[in-house]
T-cell receptor, first 112, second 114 residues
Framework: ETGVTQTPRHLVMGMTNKKSLKCEQHLGHNAMYWYKQSAKKPLELMFVYNFKEQTENNSVPSRFSPECPNSSHLFLHLHTLQPEDSALYLC???????????FGPGTRLTVT | RKEVEQDPGPFNVPEGATVAFNCTYSNSASQSFFWYRQDCRKEPKLLMSVYSSGNEDGRFTAQLNRASQYISLLIRDSKLSDSATYLCVVKGRAGGTSYGKLTFGQGTILTVHP
């Protein structure tokens, strides 16, 4: 049973919509991550937060905007996305940056 | 060159077979190495860490060769439940710019059939 939850599990949105993905971890971890997994491509790190501070932005376009209000919650705000942004978006958390990362079940996003 | 490279497969093997997966990584400063397993439409889960001395967990054996920047996973006596995608993962060194960052290979698909 995962200690990392993500909502929604599936999302279909148009290119002009604004939506948000939510991640919550119940593990008492301090670091949280967003990853993107596209078909036929490796899992790709997008953002890293450690103690609510962003420590990594992996050259992600500004149409993806992360927010980390506290160590337990992480959001990914989406606006004016492109069809190529359709992918599985995975959240993960770890006690510290050096520790094992636990993944949530992901949000499968389709941009039409 | 990809940072982490794996043979995508697919590997189709009968139950009871032994199967080996290989992986190479390009960043010699990488510190930690892992194999993750990802079932269809599910999240990745840590299978095992990989150490220079080699390590074994039941039917699974992982090896690391730092000089060759090469990682392997051996599965003995394959079960139907081993069918999944196996991801080779590399983590950056503490104090480096990629500290904490996991870099994933594209995965090797394994199907074990009766």
């Amino acid at each position: 049973e995962t200690g990392v939850t993500q909502t929604p599990r599936h999302l279909v949105m148009g290119m002009t919509n604004k939506k948000s993905l939510k991640c919550e971890q119940h593990l008492g971890h301090n670091a949280m991550y967003w990853y993107k997994q596209s078909a036929k491509k490796p899992l790709e790190l997008m953002f890293v937060y450690n103690f609510k501070e962003q420590t990594e932005n992996n050259s992600v376009p500004s149409r993806f905007s992360p927010e980390c209000p506290n160590s337990s919650h992480l959001f990914l705000h989406l606006h004016t996305l492109q069809p190529e942004d359709s992918a599985l978006y995975l959240c993960a958390s770890s006690r510290g940056l050096a520790d094992e990362q636990y993944f949530g079940p992901g949000t499968r996003l389709t941009v039409t | 060159r990809k940072e982490v490279e794996q043979d995508p497969g697919p590997f189709n093997v009968p139950e009871g077979a032994t199967v080996a997966f290989n992986c190479t990584y390009s960043n010699s400063a990488s510190q930690s190495f892992f194999w993750y397993r990802q079932d269809c439409r599910k999240e990745p889960k840590l299978l095992m860490s990989v150490y220079s001395s080699g390590n074994e967990d039941g039917r699974f054996t992982a090896q690391l060769n730092r000089a060759s920047q090469y990682i392997s996973l051996l599965i003995r006596d394959s079960k139907l439940s081993d069918s999944a995608t196996y991801l080779c993962v590399v983590k950056g060194r503490a104090g480096g710019t990629s500290y904490g960052k996991l870099t994933f290979g594209q995965g090797t698909i394994l199907t074990v059939h009766p």
